[in-house]
């Protein structure tokens, strides 16, 4: 399965916490092991939203494709 699937599928599984809270993720690019992701709903702009996307989107995309170094808000 090729990085961005992985990428994809580490996703779905943090989504539904997202969505419980009023908010979604959308995946907008994968490039030099580098995940671009668009933070939507209540999580555009909510002040935990880095802290969201470090300890919970970011831990579980690497768990899902090692060879990503970082995930990033655009």
């Known amino acids: 399965m090729d990085t961005k699937k992985r990428v994809e ?3 779905d599984k943090v989504r539904l916490a997202l969505q419980i809270d009023g908010g979604d993720i959308k995946l907008v690019d994968v490039k030099d092991n580098v995940v671009k992701v668009k933070l939507q709903g209540s999580c555009a702009g909510c002040p935990m939203a880095q802290m969201t996307l470090k300890a919970l989107v970011e ?3 690497k768990k899902e494709a090692p060879e990503i170094v970082k995930v990033e808000a655009v």
Do not use: E, G, R, S
């Open 9 to 11: 599928k580490a996703l």
């Open 59 to 61: 831990t579980a995309v």
